[in-house]
């Protein structure tokens, strides 16, 4: 499709647009009601892990010294 179709395609339907009367015109309803995201739950506390508390006893001996 060429830039002259082109332009003869839309004056056509621009032609045809002029023609219709909003009486005549479908009727658009209200936009859709888009609710929010729920909230993120909050997250339970962490409980330590023998391996952090193994860290963390390797880290204190090493502050000791």
């Known amino acids: 499709m060429g830039l002259a179709e082109c332009k ?3 004056a056509k339907w ?3 647009l002029r023609d219709v009367s ?3 015109a479908p ?3 209200l936009p859709p009601v ?4 729920p909230l993120a739950p909050e997250l339970p506390t962490a ?3 023998n ?3 193994f860290i963390a006893a390797v880290v204190a001996a ?3 010294t």
């Open 14 to 16: 621009k032609a045809a």
């Open 22 to 24: 909003l009486a005549t």
């Open 8 to 10: 003869a395609w839309l």
């Open 62 to 64: 090493l502050r000791r």
């Open 51 to 53: 391996l952090s508390a």
């Open 27 to 29: 009727s658009v309803g």
């Open 34 to 37: 888009i609710a929010s995201p």
């Open 47 to 49: 409980k330590p892990t």
